[in-house]
């Protein structure tokens, strides 16, 4: 189009066919021109050019100049840098084990555990608990050792010991923290088992009747509670789990009192031995064999004698079996120190009750 009048009015000075200015018209919005210049004019040229003119400003005109503002306002993220990688070349392109946050994505990037990066860096997500707890673990068994030589009532209190952390150590390796009712549930499993054993003149009996009293016990509670089913079925496993193991744990108070001390024994030199810097393979093997010799000389001072290899043998395989049990998963330092110090112990009390009867 163009600025210049129609050619058919050359030699006038107006826009109009007669030379003269039309008058000034007020901006109205898009459309309005076209019309007042077809009522005041009849020729439809004038209207177009007065149209192709208009400057006024329109809601798609205010519209627009919102969107370029807030173009111009709006962050950017600095260009030349590289686009941050999957979650799964993250976990495994960081340092191991790094308690660090991931780079910031659009998404999320949730905070990745050390057994997750172990698995994607192709290493095992098993940490041992180490030569504290295992110190620990053999001081505790000594203590049961040299009870039990004293009399019934005096193994009672390391036995309390051994029962209480390992309802605790349980309940904490299976991501349940705090859990005061079913660590309370489950020692109290074990005090009724005592005081049955004692009643009864230590008949394996009263393990078994109060382990299925715990059971449906621990069933009703869950079954009263308000929690989803997969929370409640998920409690229900660590609650029977707890109270069995810190029950089964009064085996020692049912078994003879020369078998718990060469199967304590066994237990707490297997567990030292387990400790040791060496490659897998070889520690197991040397903690069995320690085990052994352990219940030799266990074996010795009591009236088992050789036969004793086989019942320390027996007890430090039990043994680190719940050692394994503890060190499962990228634990914490308070399950080393509840269920890496009780399991390997509570782990091998049937075994003690079973061979102790057969071999005394």
């Given at each position: 189009m163009t600025d210049q009048p129609n050619q058919q009015y050359e030699g006038y000075e107006g826009y109009g066919p007669y030379g003269q200015q039309p008058p000034p018209q007020p901006q109205q919005p898009q459309g309005w021109p076209y019309q007042q210049g077809h009522q005041g004019y009849d020729d439809p040229y004038a209207a177009q050019q007065y149209t192709q003119q208009w400057q006024g400003q329109t809601w798609e005109t205010q519209t627009h100049a919102q969107v370029t503002a807030a173009e111009e306002t709006a962050y950017l993220p600095p260009q030349g840098y590289d686009v941050p990688a999957p979650a799964s070349a993250e976990v495994a392109d960081a340092p191991a084990p790094s308690s660090e946050y991931g780079p910031a994505t659009l998404a999320g990037n949730p905070r990745v555990t050390d057994a997750q990066r172990a698995r994607a860096e192709g290493r095992s997500p098993i940490i041992e608990p180490g030569l504290q707890p295992a110190a620990l673990t053999a001081l505790l068994g000594l203590l049961l050792a040299g009870a039990a030589a004293v009399g019934?009532?005096?193994?009672?209190?390391?036995?309390?010991?051994?029962?209480?952390?390992?309802?605790?150590?349980?309940?904490?390796?299976?991501?349940?923290?705090?859990?005061?009712?079913?660590?309370a549930l489950g020692f109290a499993g074990a005090l009724a088992a005592d005081a049955?054993?004692?009643?009864?003149?230590?008949?394996?009996?009263?393990?078994?009747?109060?382990?299925?009293?715990?059971?449906?016990?621990?069933?009703?509670?869950?079954?009263?509670?308000?929690?989803?089913?997969?929370?409640?079925?998920?409690?229900?496993?660590?609650?029977?789990?707890?109270?069995?193991?810190?029950?089964?744990?009064?085996?020692?108070?049912a078994a003879e009192a020369d078998a718990v001390t060469v199967g304590a024994v066994g237990v707490a030199v297997a567990i030292l031995a387990r400790a040791l810097p060496l490659p897998t393979v070889a520690s197991v093997v040397g903690a069995l064999l320690a085990g052994a010799g352990a219940g030799v000389a266990a074996g010795a001072l009591t009236g088992l004698g050789p036969s004793g290899a086989l019942l320390g043998a027996g007890a430090g395989a039990c043994a680190l079996i719940g050692h394994r049990v503890a060190s499962y998963d990228y634990p914490s330092r308070f399950v080393h120190f509840t269920a890496g110090v009780a399991l390997p112990l509570a782990a091998a009390a049937p075994v003690v009750y079973v061979l102790g009867r057969a071999l005394v």
């Open positions: 019934t009532y005096m193994l009672l209190v390391p036995l309390v010991v051994l029962q209480a952390v390992t309802a605790a150590g349980w309940f904490r390796l299976n991501g349940m923290w705090p859990a005061r009712q079913g660590i049955a054993l004692l009643v009864s003149g230590r008949s394996p009996s009263a393990i078994l009747g109060t382990l299925g009293v715990w059971v449906l016990l621990a069933l009703v509670l869950q079954l009263r509670s308000h929690a989803d089913p997969d929370e409640r079925m998920y409690g229900l496993m660590a609650t029977v789990a707890a109270s069995a193991l810190a029950i089964v744990a009064g085996g020692y108070l």
